[in-house]
């Protein structure tokens, strides 16, 4: 049975996986790279990592990419990276075709991982699915009867840079992208700055300790009935509640998948998102849609790049 490699390109964790036309991983290279030189750091793991895996896998047929930012979907070329140096106009597809010489795909990462859970997580049987990443970032995408919606061939339905009411501000009627306040790397950004986090609060501990805070200890304060985290917790799941009511409006899904890291706080997000969701959704889409945590989390991207190098992009799924 012939297989392919799948490629996750993210603003933190980079992933090469090998597996088969089925989304199946049957071995795994992953890191957290400093990014010292942006971009680069990335290319010069990704070859290393890839030539070591096709020389032990000859029968590797194509490769597929989710890469963490923008593309011109037709040529592969990335048009920017909000997170990392280095990938402004980088003709990714090209790079990986003339590197390595396997048929390449590139999709944004969000899609990739949005085709994974359509054909094998929590996407199953939705005929008009939503999925988004709660990570690093915060992406989207719209598949309509199996099929991904591209927009005008740069993607479509980018959640994390729609505009919301920034409730971080005092400033009356400011607008901010929604990522800006709710992804992962932003929540962590806010808790680490200096005094933000009150003595009260059982994230103080850390502070004190001299140790980084980050989501899952939000998340796990929270659930201790800590006032400051569910305070903050319910800023971050309103803020991207009404991004999501705004997705209900617009391209009306019957199912809305959430994955990324931030997500695996699991249900005291979870209730949350529901509940602001419900409250902002237009009456037109009350009751008529479901929210499901990923059933993929971090195999979502590498096993829908996996799939893309397989064929399942726009049909098939």
């Not at 750091?41 to 490769?63: F, G, H, M, N, V």
């Not at 990739?112 to 992406?139: D, H, P, Q, V």
């Not at 304060?221 to 400051?228: C, L, S």
């Not at 096993?303 to 098939?316: K, P, Q, R, Y």
């Amino acid at each position: 049975m012939s297989k392919y490699l799948g490629v996750e390109i993210g603003g933190t964790k980079q992933q090469i996986v090998v597996g088969n036309a089925e989304g199946e991983i049957l071995l795994r290279e992953s890191v957290k790279l400093s990014y010292k030189r942006g971009a680069e750091d990335i290319l010069d793991w990704i070859r290393e990592k890839t030539e070591y895996l096709l020389s032990e896998y000859s029968d590797t047929e194509a490769i597929g990419v989710g890469f963490g930012g923008p593309l011109e979907s037709a040529t592969g070329r990335v048009l920017c990276s909000l997170q990392v140096p280095g990938w402004k106009d980088f003709k990714l597809k090209e790079w990986f075709e003339q590197t390595f010489g396997k048929r390449t795909v590139v999709v944004n990462d969000t899609v990739a991982g949005g085709i994974a859970e359509l054909r094998l997580g929590a996407g199953r049987g939705s005929r008009r699915l939503f999925y988004t990443n709660i990570g690093t970032g915060i992406g989207g995408g719209l598949y309509i009867d199996g099929t991904y919606y591209d927009g005008s061939g740069t993607g479509a339905s980018y959640l994390g840079n729609s505009l919301i009411p920034d409730r971080t501000s005092d400033e009356p009627g400011k607008a901010v992208r929604l990522e800006l306040i709710c992804s992962g790397r932003s929540i962590e950004n806010r808790l680490n700055t200096e005094g933000y986090v009150p003595e009260s609060s059982l994230l103080f501990e850390k502070i004190k300790a001299g140790q980084r805070i980050d989501a899952s200890d939000l998340g796990e304060a929270a659930r201790k009935k800590d006032n400051f985290a569910l305070t903050e917790l319910k800023m971050t799941a309103e803020s991207f509640s009404i991004g999501l009511a705004n997705v209900l409006a617009l391209e009306g899904p019957d199912r809305i998948v959430i994955g990324g890291g931030v997500a695996k706080m699991g249900d005291i997000l979870f209730d949350a998102i529901r509940k602001y969701t419900d409250e902002y959704a237009f009456v037109a889409h009350k009751g008529r849609y479901e929210i499901y945590p990923s059933e993929l989390m971090d195999d979502a991207v590498p096993a829908g790049s996996l799939l893309v190098a397989a064929g399942f992009l726009t049909e098939g799924i």
